[in-house]
């Protein structure tokens, strides 16, 4: 277990409504598919010109063809034919358009989400640990599901429907202009009423449905923790304080996402009364001014601007019920901006791990081939010159202090070495910092003070992947993933034979567990190995780390949650991993410990004693009491 004190992950902050956000979002659609969105605009331009068309096709169908053919005896009607054959052929562009748009919209939105996805998850993979510590699983597993999910309402359905309206309001205004200036200058008063009420609305809803989001992705997170943890959960009876829990963030989730329809619902009807009553008035204005004989209103003319006035109204209907969801696309979207903002792990190291051969001078030259001899490639950039030092796995802490937190040390002016092949055990209490000094090995953090030197070279000049790469783990929680035995093995030296599979297999004692399963090697294991007791899933990690043959070995309390007949062929697995590597080993038996050349005991951050099993047996310290019983590590 990790000494790092975790901050709270579910603490709240109000996001904002950042327009940076949806330019961002909106750049992804138009560079990645620029030609295609083109394509978008010119359809849904064409259909608002296509909808408009029909509405003012009614003036001039009633002034032009319809009522000059009342009252005669032989009406001609190729004229009025014609007319309604040009408006069928725009009504038809119309519907073509918007089926290429709808189309065309579907495979632009899943396509900047495969994007967005790969970006999120690439970028993932640059973080430092810390990210992880800082954040729960399902608040980011959120990301992926529930954000990505308001992305593609709001791509393929928001963003085309708010173009849409946002054209036939334009060409819709334009029309009433030509058709009558006098009763445009009422729409002119309608649109500020409805801008005014849709903001204060909108502003509302936005609140509550950015909340929603946030409540989401909290839910989401205590449910997948429930969900792993649920063994701990009945066996200590938690199930009704988890449904208390459970209650509260659900209760939150309910208020807000409540609150966010209550007033997103609410827009709809207010606007469209808003639109009734502009209606109303027109019909009355315009009747009067027709009576009067001002601004040449006539028949024509009044049927197609009552019907502009509803074909007004409705593109703003349409905004205000896709207000919604951009609001929580744009939430969505923030948080899925802020991962991939996230600065990435920092590595500033240039010293490199190469494969290497000596002559018989004993001088050492980088190769390509595998030999089994690695060396540190480290350019000077003071001549240019490059000197290659051997990997022997010389591992020296030089009065290093270190803190997770500025305000808090962990680690108080640490000095130890561990020479090429020696076995070095660490022993304290839980917070002592034992785990603390690997994940300061693997430069999972980085250190205050002091220098941690690895053959003599400052870890900070190496490559972390490098750097890495000549270290292996076994961790007392063990991972493994979907796939065969095979590949769960070979995940520690990707490019591993079927030999050295078995080899390491055989080296780790997992391989008589492994034969006698139905399918052997090509077993597929799922749900982190479940299919597995944990004895055997900690044999799969040996063979993991026994397969990339590393030459500085960690094992964080490999057998803690093993009983003890299989913590012997474990033991045994782990023993042969062991040979001729330095090693550092954090046990919570003692009895694991007692061949390591030395062993640390730690409290707080500090060492207390080290030495070897006999020497610390003599001094009669906390070592001694603690392998006497007297002491019990906590």
């Known amino acids: 277990m990790s000494e790092q004190k975790k901050p709270d992950m579910n603490q709240k902050s109000k996001p904002k409504f950042n327009k940076k956000t949806a330019k961002r979002l909106l750049k992804y659609v138009t560079e990645t598919y620029k030609i295609q969105f083109v394509i978008v605009f010119v359809c849904i331009l064409l259909s608002a010109i296509a909808t408009t068309a029909v509405s003012l096709s009614l003036r001039y169908l009633l002034d032009d063809f319809i009522l000059p053919l009342i009252g005669q005896k032989e009406p001609n ?20 358009a918007t089926f290429i748009y709808t189309r065309m919209m579907v495979f632009i939105g899943q396509g900047v989400l495969k ?107 205590f449910v997948e923790e429930r969900m792993n943890g649920q063994r701990v959960v009945k066996v200590f009876n938690h199930e009704k304080k988890s449904e208390e829990e459970f209650d509260k963030l659900n209760e939150a989730l309910f208020e807000s996402a409540a609150q966010a329809n209550k007033y997103g619902n609410m827009m709809g009807p207010v606007i469209g009364n808003i639109g009734n009553l502009q209606f109303v008035l027109t019909a009355v204005l315009g009747g009067i001014l027709s009576v009067t004989g001002v601004g040449g209103i006539t028949l024509g003319v009044m049927a197609s601007y009552l019907q502009f006035t509803k074909s ?50 004993g001088n050492i030259t980088e190769c390509r081939e595998r030999t089994g001899m690695w060396a540190w490639k480290h350019p000077h950039s003071a001549d240019g010159s490059v000197s290659y030092t051997e990997l022997k796995g010389d591992v020296r802490f030089e009065d290093v202090t270190f803190g997770y937190n500025e305000d808090k040390t962990i680690l108080h002016d640490i000095s130890l070495y561990a020479k090429p092949g020696q ?71 990707l490019d591993a034979t079927d030999e050295e599979i078995y080899a390491a297999a055989k ?19 799922s749900g982190d190995g479940e299919e597995l007791s944990q004895g055997q899933r900690q044999l799969l990690s040996i063979a993991r780390a026994a397969v990339a043959d590393p030459p500085v070995l960690i094992l964080d309390e490999a057998t803690s949650s093993i009983d003890t007949r299989t913590e012997s062929i474990v033991q045994k697995g782990m023993d042969n991993l062991m040979k ?48 006497t019983g007297k002491l019990e590590l906590s």
């Not at 980011?140 to 359905?157: A, C, K, W």
């Not at 053959?455 to 076994?474: E, F, P």
């Not at 030395?598 to 610390?616: C, P, S, Y």
């Open 580 to 627: 001729g590597r330095t090693v550092f080993v954090i046990a919570h038996r003692l009895s694991t410990i007692r061949n390591s050349d030395a062993i640390i005991v730690l409290d707080h951050g500090r060492i207390i004693e080290r030495g070897d099993h006999k020497d610390l047996i003599r001094q009669k310290g906390t070592y001694y009491q603690l392998y």
């Open 312 to 361: 007004f109204t409705q593109p703003f209907m349409q905004v205000a019920q896709q207000f919604n969801s951009i609001v929580m696309a744009l939430a969505g979207a923030e948080r899925i901006f802020n991962l991939i903002d996230e600065k990435p792990e920092d590595d500033d190291g240039y010293v490199t791990l190469v494969n290497a051969k000596k002559d018989a001078d």
């Open 77 to 96: 009607f190729a004229e009025l034919y014609q007319a309604l054959a040009v408006l069928g052929c725009i009504f038809l562009v119309g519907v073509i």
């Open 115 to 221: 994007r967005v996805r790969d970006d999120m998850f690439e970028h993932m993979q640059t973080l430092p640990i810390r990210y992880f510590d800082q954040n729960t699983n399902g608040s980011v597993m959120s990301l992926y599901t529930n954000d990505t999910d308001t992305l593609r309402q709001m791509i393929s359905q928001a963003i085309p429907q708010a173009l849409m309206s946002l054209f036939t309001i334009i060409v819709t205004f334009i029309s009433m202009l030509i058709l009558s200036p006098l009763l445009t200058v009422l729409a002119v008063l309608i649109i500020f009423l409805m801008l005014f009420v849709t903001g204060k609305i909108g502003a509302r809803s936005g609140k509550y449905f950015v909340r929603q989001q946030m409540s989401l992705a909290e839910v989401t997170g």
């Open 507 to 525: 080296l780790a004692h997992a391989d008589q567990f492994i034969q006698m399963l139905p399918k052997g090697y090509d077993t597929m294991l």
């Open 423 to 493: 076995k070095l055990a660490f022993v304290g209490s839980t917070g002592a910092g034992k785990t603390t000094i690997t994940n300061l090995i693997n430069r999972f953090y980085d250190i205050q003070d002091g220098k941690i030197r690895y053959d003599g070279i400052n870890i900070t000049k190496i490559k972390k992947d490098d750097l890495r790469h000549s270290l292996g783990i076994v961790l007392q929680d063990t991972h493994l993933f979907t796939g065969t035995i095979r590949d769960n093995i070979r995940y520690g030296k």
